[in-house]
């Protein structure tokens, strides 16, 4: 092997100097598979890329061939069997090309082999994971007649004989929630009313699924994709649904499987502290929670008011996180981390919150009358007296200033304002609290900040406070509020609560580990690992005041950490990895009918503004259902995991990876097959607006038997059997107005075939077949056209047909021709149009070729170097063509094409020690 | 402020003023002022057209040379008209040897052309020059989900690659005007058929049975009126169902764009012409 | 197949392409020759789903066959309406109206013109516009209640002009 050599080809680029004897052949359709047995039985090793799961291309829909009306898949399937058993071919489908670099004999080619999220080796096809798939969408290979599921073959002869999962990536909803719930995935069993199941799919993220199904912010409602439609899913109030119905109805065992010896502490009962503890827990770890206060629930408890969350709610929950072994100290303050390491713990998780109320920093603040919002809602939660005064203001615009303004409704003040120095566009609170909130009675007021206390004998009487405008915006990013000159005005109030945030204790626990200048525990962002090793801090501690299910997120991933901890296993390894997110362009919402968000039922306001009950009352079963229907089911596949339960031979892996395959060969035979014309596009025959009329595609899946009919020919609108029917040709071939001015060189066959095809169905059928022309050039075609005319019966009318419209009283269809041989103007009723459609260039071949820097034709095919002496060879030394890649083909001709190829290719291969 | 100057071609003054004056008020509403071509000419669509072509072109030709030396660009509400504009600017912009044939004969009226001026079809003013958000936004008394179905004309949006009003065979602009002003737009069989218009002086009674056969399919449909944009149009739909050949049946009535639109803007009925209406459009104005 | 010939004698003629050719020198004119006569347009037309004596397909065909005379003093170019439905719809992109204007056209150069189209053409090269005789007191009173001018200026020099130029008078039949 020198290295002077010169590349004889074009476009050499990045070759490796190295020959490899290897082939690729990109297409398993009938052309590609042929090829690929050819280059195989010489030998030679050969990779098959294939798009689709299986092999077969578009001959493995269809049900007979022309001229011989011989079964497609009889004749296709011994082949689909030889190319997956064939040892020297290696067969890639559900993969794509993603990059081709080289010159002939030396090719570099990557390879995207999309995961299936099946394990090729184990899974035999044997179907049992179908049946339990809740998701169902259109069936592609059926022309979108019929319906699959989001795990599937595409038919009964797939090859490689798999299944395989369509899951777009991470649905939206699921991506943004920081505790990772599978909204997708509940929801789609509230579909089937099976909500045990998709409780059971919530509790694999948290026990909370009433808790933050009352109280969560709900970040995955402001990403969810239907609100790119009409409104977002209510997704917390979905899984509110699922844990109220269980209240109800049976309630699941809890199951207590502590069997690791390694003992976890965690210090603080908030809702950080006990996700981890459930966590752990299921991994089997005994883990005890230690928390300073009387009851666990953290600010659950002592914060959140019970109109917001009902204590019987957060007891359950906390009990079943309790049942499952895990053990709970309260009334105990933790002041040593090493102290619980000497104690025999193995790790720590440090989750104590943020309680210490933030101060205005204004003169009086101190006095009576003035109370921080922490102490006032903690003092509410436990039931103390509190005297409210008539006049009561609250400055903050956060949750607990809303809580805080609720509450004092509740104990009696009549005049309730928020002062909140932005504008309601800035307001941190959850919307629907807001609105509720101005419902009950308080009032508002924006863009106003304090700036001095009034004290009349060391009790507060007023505040005095100003306007503020909004100037530039300061480093969150949020525009800052400037004072108003001489817009000073005083409030007589009688309470002020300062809701103004929160901090850490200086003094907490947390201290033991490296904090931040404001005392906040200091953890890596993804493990949560301090540098302390064995201690981990999550939830307000590290993040300062926070959301809910934020802490939940902490929870959870300090558990992971924990674990792997323990085992002694790289906690950051795969967890830094974002999944693909399903884009919004990815999600069809074509035909989607506007359907409003389900409003959560409340208590009236006069009676709820007088006590504690819970003021969302909660959906009840007819409409969390219907709220459940308008999910789009984003990412398809909804991860509920059904398939993996059922699954006898361990066959199914929801974590596998889209993988790249180098690949090294020294010639590429291109199949890449066909796709056929819009025919919406021609507006005159109404496709996809008339019923009746239908495209020969879908024609071909109603009269196979393994079709969505069963092989009954029948007319989907009201299921009759028609009893006339009208085919018409020349639809986006041959049509210089659509840019097809070629000939499709097989609709007329075609056609022929399926006008004999339902007078096998049924002899009484009245078919009739309008065309410009007749092209039965190929060897056996002119007897087949012959036979439908006169052995069968078919008749064929000389004419391009000029419309299509429908018949009101009787469903039929009307089209006009003019019978060019009798000069006569006709209008025909046919119960059943089917228009034949064009050929075209299949989607990605211009990727392909710009990959390849080949020039495509005019019409978008592959341009062969010479149609006369080398009519398989592209214009790329090594490159060569094969089916209907370089125009419209029958399968006789792509089949001795796809030998031609093979031959080419091997001529290379060969030379490959030159 | 947009301005257009009007070419209202042969019929509309004549025979269907009402359209014009209808035109004139709903276009103002938004803002777009219409002067008068004065010392204009026959388009020579059809008739001229088939005996002469240079003819055609010098009639047409001199009309759009008017425009240019207005400065404004041309509004045309007669389909025939529109589509003779259209394609003869078409041609001219295309065909050295005709523009010059056409610029000489101009020239000795101190007159010519040079491309600048554009040719727009009332349609296109509602799409591109108002839009549809405008429309909704000036809606004051929608119209109650009455079903009306439209007549497009064949010379208002073929051929489509030269006029590019609508999409030919599909065509939407009424029909989306019709739905913002309260109107449920019903579609029917041969929407995209001729009136039979351009028949009328060759052979009327074949002009009669093509129209005729519109007016059945839309019957068909139950709809209580039919929106057209072209003054041809709109008089031979209204001819067929009052002539000596119609059918026994109830009189759909046939109304222009603009009185349909106008009663929704606001507009009273009397600036619309509306009792100039052949038919009896109480039905619509009721809806 | 069958030929649907009216006359019972038997006429002999000669294909020529010549007709063709001249068409296609007219503007609209060039694509004739693709023409693979699929019948597309005369199904798609109204004026030949009223009458029987008028398909668009078959006047191609004549003029394709070189059948010059017929054609130009049939009446049957007159008939099409220019609607083009055949034009959008026809996939070898023949412009059906502009070939028969274009026959009009020729037609009209050698004295064959129909009675109705030529006392339009009269009218309107004299007046300048279709309807004066039209313009009655009645509608000049509704034109003013309406706030329209009532003056409606056309201008008839420079038709006159042009029927001199373009157009040789006469009625010839």
Redesign the interface.
């Known amino acids: 092997m020198t290295t002077e050599r010169e590349p004889k080809s074009k476009a050499s680029r990045d070759g490796t100097g190295i020959k490899s004897k290897e082939a690729l052949v990109i297409g398993g359709g009938v052309a590609g598979m042929t090829a690929a047995l050819d280059i195989a039985n010489q030998g030679f090793k050969v990779t098959l890329v294939e798009k689709a799961p299986s092999i077969g291309g578009v001959m493995a829909a269809i049900d007979k061939t022309f001229p011989t009306l011989d079964c497609s898949a009889c004749i296709l399937t011994p082949k689909l069997s030889e190319v997956a058993h064939h040892p020297n071919i290696d067969l890639l489908t559900y993969s794509e090309i993603k990059s081709i670099t080289g010159e002939t004999g030396d090719f570099r080619v990557k390879v995207h082999k999309k995961a299936r999220y099946i394990d090729e080796d184990n899974c035999n096809g044997c179907n049992d994971c179908v049946p339990v798939c809740p998701v169902e969408l259109p069936n592609e290979f059926d022309e979108n007649l019929g319906f699959r599921k989001a795990i599937y073959a595409p038919f009964p002869q797939a090859t490689p004989h798999i299944m395989t999962v369509e899951k777009k990536g991470e649905p939206a909803c699921r991506a943004t929630c920081p505790a990772e719930v599978n909204a997708q995935g509940f929801i789609t069993m509230m579909r089937h009313g099976k909500y045990d199941e998709g409780l059971e799919i919530f509790r694999r993220s948290n026990p909370f699924a009433g808790v933050l199904g009352r109280v969560c912010v709900s970040f995955c409602e402001g990403e969810c994709e239907r609100g790119m439609l009409d409104e977002s899913l209510s997704i917390r109030n979905l899984h509110r649904f699922l844990a109220d119905y269980e209240r109800m109805n049976e309630v699941a065992p809890v199951v207590a499987k502590i069997d690791k010896k390694d003992r976890v502490a965690v210090i603080g009962a908030g809702p950080g502290g006990i996700s981890c503890a459930y966590q752990l827990a299921h991994l089997g770890y005994p883990v005890t929670i230690f928390e300073e206060r009387e009851e666990p629930g953290g600010m659950l408890r002592y914060a959140i008011p019970e109109y917001r969350l009902p204590r019987e709610v957060l007891d359950e929950e906390i009990q079943r996180v309790l049942d499952m072994g895990v053990k709970l100290v309260t009334k105990t303050k933790i002041t040593s981390i090493k102290s619980l390491q000497e104690k025999g713990f193995k790790a720590v998780f440090v989750a104590t919150g943020t309680w210490q109320s933030n101060k205005l920093g204004l003169k009086g603040e101190d006095s009576e009358g003035v109370i921080h919002a922490i102490d006032f809602l903690e003092s509410t939660c436990r039931g103390k007296e509190i005297t409210i005064g008539k006049r009561v203001a609250v400055i903050g615009g956060g949750d607990a200033a809303i809580d805080s303004a609720r509450v004092a409704i509740r104990l009696g003040a009549k005049d309730v304002t928020m002062i909140y120095r932005r504008s309601h566009v800035e307001i941190p609170a959850i919307p629907s609290e807001v609105q509720d909130a101005m419902k009950e009675g308080v009032k508002l007021m924006l863009l106003t900040s304090p700036m001095e206390l009034i004290v009349n004998k060391g009790k507060l009487s007023g505040v005095r406070c100003i306007k503020m405008r909004l100037g530039e915006p300061d480093t969150s990013g949020r525009r800052r509020p400037v004072p108003i000159t001489n817009s000073e005005f005083t409030m007589a109030v009688d309470n002020l609560i300062i809701a103004v945030g929160q901090s850490a204790d200086q003094k907490g626990v947390q201290t033991d580990v490296e904090c931040s200048k404001w005392g906040n525990a200091v953890a890596d962002p993804i493990t949560l690992a301090t540098k302390t090793p064995g201690v981990f801090a999550g939830g307000d501690i590290v993040l300062g005041p926070n959301t809910v299910v934020k802490a939940v997120g902490h929870g959870n991933q300090a558990a992971i950490s924990i674990d792997r901890f323990l085992r002694g296993v790289d906690m950051m390894e795969g967890r830094a990895k974002h999944r693909h997110r399903v884009q919004s362009y990815e999600v069809d919402k074509e035909g989607v009918p506007l359907d409003a968000r389900a409003a959560m039922p409340k208590q009236g306001v006069d009676s709820r503004v007088r006590d504690f009950d819970e003021v969302e009352l909660g959906f009840n079963e007819a409409m969390a259902e219907e709220e459940a229907e308008r999910c789009l089911g984003c990412a398809v596949c909804c991860e509920c995991e059904r398939c993996v339960t059922a699954c006898q031979r361990d066959a199914i892996d929801h974590n596998m990876k889209d993988e790249v395959i180098d690949l090294h060969v020294g010639a590429l035979v291109l199949a890449t097959g066909y796709k056929l014309f819009d025919i919406s596009e021609y507006t005159q025959f109404g496709y996809g607006k008339i019923p009746n009329v239908i495209s020969a595609m879908e024609f071909e899946r109603l009269i196979n038997a393994a079709g969505p009919t069963q092989g009954h020919l029948l007319r989907l609108s009201d299921g009759r059997k028609p009893k006339s029917i009208g085919f018409i040709n020349c639809v986006g071939a041959r049509d210089v107005q659509k840019g097809v001015p070629y000939c499709s060189r097989v609709c007329c066959m075609f056609s022929i075939k399926n006008s004999v095809m339902c007078k096998q169905h049924d002899a009484d059928i009245d078919v009739t077949v309008y065309y410009a022309d007749i092209r039965a050039f190929g060897k056996g075609f002119e007897e087949f056209y012959e036979n439908a005319h006169t052995r069968f019966g078919v008749n064929f009318v000389r004419g391009r047909v000029g419309g299509v419209s429908q018949v009101k009283d009787n469903g039929t269809l009307r089209i006009q021709v003019e019978n060019t041989e009798t000069v006569k103007l006709m209008e025909i009723e046919h119960d059943l149009i089917v228009i034949n459609p064009g050929i075209i260039p299949p989607d990605g071949l211009d990727d392909l070729a710009v990959e390849l820097s080949m020039d495509l034709s005019e019409e978008g095919y592959v341009d062969v170097r010479d149609t006369i002496l080398t009519p398989v060879d592209t214009p790329i030394d090594g490159v060569f063509v094969c089916g209907c890649a370089d125009g419209p083909k029958d399968i006789p001709d792509s089949v001795s094409a796809g030998s031609a190829a093979a031959m080419r290719a091997t001529i290379v291969l060969s030379k490959g020690d030159e | 402020m947009k301005e257009f100057v009007l070419y209202t071609g042969c019929t509309t003054p004549v025979r269907l003023p009402a359209y014009e004056a209808s035109v004139k008020i709903v276009l103002a509403k938004f803002g777009i002022t219409l002067v008068d071509m004065k010392d204009a000419n026959c388009c020579g669509a059809q008739y001229v057209e088939s005996v002469s072509h240079t003819a055609f072109a010098a009639m047409t030709g001199r009309l759009l040379a008017i425009a240019e030396k207005m400065d404004m660009d041309i509004l045309a509400i007669c389909g025939a008209c529109s589509g003779s504009m259209k394609t003869m600017k078409h041609e001219l912009d295309n065909n050295k040897k005709l523009l010059k044939e056409v610029n000489e004969v101009l020239a000795e009226e101190g007159l010519k052309y040079t491309g600048k001026v554009e040719v727009k079809h009332l349609l296109q003013i509602f799409q591109e020059d108002i839009g549809y958000a405008a429309i909704r936004e000036a809606i004051v008394r929608p119209y109650r989900g009455i079903r009306l179905s439209a007549h497009y004309g064949c010379h208002v949006t073929r051929p489509e690659e030269i006029v590019q009003v609508d999409d030919a065979e599909n065509p939407k602009i009424i029909d989306k005007i019709i739905e913002i002003a309260g109107g449920t737009a019903v579609d029917y069989v041969g929407k995209t058929r001729c009136c039979g218009g351009p028949m009328l002086g060759i052979d009327a009674e074949l002009a009669g049975k093509i129209g005729r056969d519109k007016i059945e399919n839309i019957r068909n449909e139950n709809v209580e009126g039919i929106i057209t944009a072209c003054a041809f149009c709109d008089l031979q739909l209204t001819q067929v169902q009052i002539g000596d050949d119609a059918s026994d049946q109830d009189k759909i009535p046939v109304m222009t764009l603009p009185q349909f639109l106008g009663p929704a803007l606001g507009v009273n009925f009397s600036s619309l012409g509306i009792e100039l209406n052949r038919i009896n459009p109480q039905a619509i104005l009721q809806g | ?2 030929k ?1 010939d009216k006359t019972n004698e038997h006429e002999e003629h000669t294909p020529s392409s010549s007709f063709s050719r001249e068409i296609e020198k ?2 609209g004119g060039a694509d004739i020759q ?1 023409c ?5 347009c ?11 004596k008028y ?1 668009p ?2 006047l191609i065909q004549k003029i394709l066959l070189g059948m010059r005379e017929e054609v130009l003093t049939s009446e049957l170019p ?2 099409c ?5 055949c ?7 023949v ?1 059906l109206a502009e070939i028969f ?2 026959v ?2 020729i037609a ?2 050698e004295g064959y ?2 009675v ?2 030529q ?3 009269d009218t ?2 004299e007046d ?4 004066k005789d ?2 009655s007191d009645f ?1 000049e009173d ?2 003013d209640d ?4 009532t003056d ?5 020099e ?2 006159k ?3 001199k ?3 040789d008078g006469g009625n010839k039949k």
């Open positions: 197949m069958s649907l007219e503007p693709h693979i006569q699929c019948g597309m005369t199904a798609s037309c109204m004026v030949a789903s009223v009458t029987e398909r397909r078959k007159w008939l309406m220019t609607c083009r439905q034009e959008e719809r026809c996939q070898e992109d412009s204007h274009a009009r056209n009209a150069r013109i129909p109705g189209v006392k339009v053409v309107v090269m300048g516009w279709m309807l039209g313009y509608i509704d034109r309406l706030g329209l001018h409606l200026g056309w201008n008839n420079f038709v002009k042009i029927k130029r373009f157009i």
